[in-house]
């Protein structure tokens, strides 16, 4: 595509998603969102009050996300995932499960009142990084130092310079460093945080980042799993890609995580949320035999997993459309329609 239809797409889009925002106040789109029916899994990640894009890409505003919610409650019928797999869906309603990834102490801070408030349940992904003695994931601890650090710095023997987009990039492969580490266990990337913090002492200079990048403590997850709004499931042991690591490493991590959560809520853990959506037939069978009976994906990578009945696909919520144009995307599962 040139840079001329770039602009035009993206011109293009924008005056589609602003027609459909007055359409909204205007009332045109009601009969659209009390005729639509099927089911969605929503995926969230971390919720913050400002500045949502500061470190990546998949926060979302408290204030948005309420929004969120509000239309929930209005237009579409809000399910547990437990719900979800047994198909108790509504006929009169669009059917929707709310999933949160990562773990973030935000979800505890911001998401449990508003879910209790609006009496809607969600279902919670969780590391057990904290049990590996740490707080904070390795890619958000990537971000914060691509955030502050210098324009270029050594690695390992090897210069990254950072891109536009704050990322940084190998001058010797042009990979990105976050590419490069995903591939590798979890071995590499907590040496890699030993390094570069005091580049970036971030813990002692930027006090108020917490909420972008803090964990949820063993108290906090007792307190989720305590609610009738919420569920609790695996998100793998280091946040690894258990694509990318040795199947006898990802059998580990999925069976260490599982314990780690039951143990802190004294409750089964049946369902796994594969780091970045990424999987293979190897890691299905594996995560089957370690006890897990729901496995979420994103978008499937083979035609058998259709007919799985562990296996569903999710949708990724956009922090950087309106609320109105959320909904409409959710219902289509598409951001082109």
């Not at 009496?119 to 049990?131: H, K």
């Not at 990322?167 to 590798?184: A, D, F, N």
């Not at 729901?294 to 007919?307: I, K, S, V």
């Amino acid at each position: 595509m040139t840079l001329t239809q770039r602009i035009r797409s993206k011109l293009y889009r924008e005056t589609k998603y602003l027609g459909r925002d007055i359409g909204h106040l205007l009332g045109f789109d009601e009969s659209f969102y009390r005729n639509a029916r099927g089911s969605r899994i929503l995926i969230y990640h971390g919720i913050c009050k400002h500045d949502h894009t500061r470190f990546n890409p998949i926060f979302l505003k408290l204030k948005t996300f309420e929004q969120h919610l509000q239309f929930y409650q209005q237009y579409f019928n809000v399910i547990s995932l437990d719900d979800y797999y047994q198909e108790r869906f509504s006929r009169d309603k669009f059917n929707i499960c709310i999933t949160f990834d990562d773990g973030y102490a935000n979800n505890h801070k911001y998401v449990l009142s508003l879910l209790k408030k609006y009496q809607l349940p969600a279902t919670f992904f969780i590391t057990a990084i904290r049990d590996a003695g740490h707080d904070v994931l390795w890619n958000d601890f990537l971000g914060i130092v691509s955030k502050y650090g210098p324009a270029k710095l050594f690695y390992k023997n090897e210069q990254f310079y950072k891109n536009r987009f704050n990322k940084y990039i190998s001058g010797q492969s042009g990979m990105s460093m976050v590419e490069i580490l995903r591939s590798g266990g979890f071995g590499v990337k907590e040496e890699m945080m030993k390094l570069l913090y005091p580049l970036v002492p971030y813990r002692e200079n930027k006090p108020n980042d917490e909420d972008y990048w803090l964990q949820m403590t063993k108290e906090q997850i007792q307190e989720l799993s305590a609610s009738p709004f919420a569920g609790i499931g695996s998100h793998g042991y280091y946040h690894n890609d258990l694509a990318c690591i040795p199947i006898g490493d990802a059998v580990d991590e999925m069976a260490r995580s599982k314990q780690y959560l039951e143990n802190i809520i004294d409750k089964p853990i049946t369902s796994l949320a594969f780091p970045y959506g990424s999987y293979t037939r190897a890691t299905i069978k594996a995560a089957k035999n370690a006890g897990y009976d729901q496995l979420l994906a994103m978008d499937f990578y083979f035609a058998e997993d259709h007919a799985d009945g562990a296996m569903r696909e999710r949708f990724t919520v956009n922090p950087f459309i309106s609320p109105v144009n959320q909904m409409h995307a959710t219902i289509t599962r598409s951001y082109e329609r």
